[in-house]
């Protein structure tokens, strides 16, 4: 998922789609420690950016809403 479509969406809808890559990541990792290989291991990498953009895009967010509070 790319940063323009994580920025478009609510922030209900920026929490359930992270509970939901987290719970696909959780699947994975298990499958690795098991010593089972995934079906993709390139989406590993994949959920953890996704979460890390995520993260990024609330925090500028709560950024953006302090300089706003700041600057009344």
């Known amino acids: 998922m790319k940063y323009a479509e ?4 609510r922030p ?8 939901e890559v ?4 959780i699947k994975l990792q298990s499958q ?3 010593g ?4 993709s291991p390139g989406q590993i990498k994949q959920f953890k950016k996704i979460i890390a953009r995520i993260h990024t ?3 500028q967010q709560q950024k ?3 300089q706003q509070h700041a600057g009344n």
């Open 22 to 25: 987290r719970a696909e990541l």
């Open 36 to 39: 089972t290989a995934p079906k």
């Open 6 to 9: 994580l920025s478009a969406m």
């Open 12 to 19: 209900e809808d920026l929490d359930k789609k992270e509970k």
């Open 57 to 59: 895009l609330r925090t």
């Open 64 to 66: 953006e809403v302090q």
């Open 32 to 34: 690795v420690a098991t």
